[in-house]
């Protein structure tokens, strides 16, 4: 499953324009393995590397800053997407922490459990799932305050 947050604050340096940040929220195998083929579409599209660094010719994104709506930069100038990967199992979340994209991610993004629930939704939601819940909560919260 994968879930869309929008936030749209307004920006305090021109206080007539909105500025849209888009945060996504990618869980399970299938979501996680979307969410990673997804993001690195994102940075094909917009020239950013596996790394986050964007190089300095910027040619490649033709000056077009749409790329700000999903990633967030830090002071070195590495961009870092605002998502959160989500699996009660790990191995799935493991594959992008040691796949080509791993350095775009930082790692409060990528959320794993130590098993899955099986398929059984009671599992899921009464006990594998509710050991995670305040973590996601709390690393969804830091990404839509840093919006």
């Known amino acids: 499953r994968q879930f869309h947050l929008l936030t749209c604050p307004l920006n305090q340096q021109q206080p007539n324009s909105v500025m849209r940040e888009c945060i996504t929220i990618h869980l399970g195998q299938a979501g996680v393995q979307t969410g990673n083929a997804c993001w690195e579409l994102f940075c094909l599209e917009h020239g950013i590397q596996p790394d986050g660094q964007m190089p300095s010719d910027k040619t490649i994104g033709g000056g077009d800053d749409a790329f700000n709506t999903f990633f967030s930069e830090t002071g ?12 009660l199992e790990p191995t799935v979340i493991d594959e992008v922490r040691t796949g080509t994209y791993r350095q775009l991610y ?15 939704y009671a599992r899921g939601h009464y006990t594998v799932g509710k050991e ?7 690393r969804i919260r830091k990404l839509a305050d840093n919006c």
């Open 76 to 87: 070195s100038g590495k961009h870092v997407p605002r998502t959160v990967f989500i699996d």
């Open 106 to 120: 930082h790692p409060e993004q990528l959320i794993s459990g130590k098993e899955d629930a099986a398929n059984n």
């Open 132 to 138: 995670i819940v305040d973590l996601v909560l709390d």
